[in-house]
């Protein structure tokens, strides 16, 4: 998408949704995470181990044998849908892209432009672009599934709640790089089909001041992952110590944002170096790309990530929990890899997410819409 991209759509901001950061009643967060399933008995052509997969948190010490035996494919199980409803995935492709571009046309539109900042909290930035390009984003799934589900960051839950059907919008990841010109920002559009990632479109801004573009990252669950159409692929790097890593830290500074902190300072040891560039779906997408080993953070949502992930697993690589754990896009923590690094870096990341999970810390999934009906 070139900068000279004009944005058209007609856009009305809905006065009667419900804000996710001043509106908890719209989600469901007493939702409990029931145990996840085996699902199949093969994956790739190896057997699943279905027990490691189990919540609540597996001793890791203890599976670590039985885990090293395997290959890194077959050790942890996929977060893509496995069915995608009545609807074809091409069509369902489609208005992701068409969404998450039109987005970024609003985006780039004001790219230039003085930005007009509100406070969500002390440092949680929201611009009027955030709730642009939402609209405009929204415009678009509602003109093709009007009866579908919605989740976005800004609007909240808008929609039929029996859908299985569940889009999760993120019109400006990264709204702190945005309102300061940094690189690293991005439009992320996925959608569930019952709880697990169909299709997803990044859109990330590249470049920086005089030298905006953007490059599109596309996937649907077992059709692979794409850049500005062309396959990509993780990386195939196995050791931590030739790994380029990246992590992310939340607005909220608890005891997980300081977990973090030493887990930073601890890969910072130990492998090439530990970025920390400020957009969740932008991350995932350069891990998607090769371009950097694994991604993780604490306290994601699942507008963060809802496409982030399926593009990781559709090039190859692994999405867990911190815990290593099945993940899932309302859990509050995710691990995304180039698979072959997965097992290592859970050794170092899982024992102080145990840690957390011990002292009480609530990784009870969140932001689930009441009565969404899921496939877990
Ligand atoms: C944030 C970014 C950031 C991550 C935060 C997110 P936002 O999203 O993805 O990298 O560290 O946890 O909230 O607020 O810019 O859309
Ligand atoms: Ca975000
Ligand atoms: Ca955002």
Known sequence: MGRSLLFSANISLKSSCHSPSCSLPSYNRSYQCVPFSFEGNSHNGFPRIPSIHAKPARNLSTTKAVLSELPYQSRYPKIGASSTGPIPLNQLIQVVETAAKTGAEVVMEAVNKPRNITYKGLTDLVTDTDQM?????????????????????????????????????????GTTNFAHGYPSFAVSVGVLFRGRPAAAAVVEFVGGPMAWNTRTFSATAGGGAFCNGQRIHASQTDTVERSLLVTGFGYEHDDAWSTNIELFKEFTDVSRGVRRLGAAAVDMCHVALGIVEAYWEYRLKPWDMAAGVLMVEEAGGTVTCMDGNKFCVFDRSVLVSNGVLHSKLLERIAPPTEKLISKGFDFSPWFKPENYHTDF
């Open 133 to 173: 390009s939402e609209a405009a984003i929204l415009e678009v799934v509602n003109k093709n599934f009007g009866d579908h589900l919605i989740l976005g960051e800004e609007g909240g839950v808008i929609g039929d709640s029996h859908s299985d059907y569940l889009w999760c919008i993120d019109p400006l990841d």
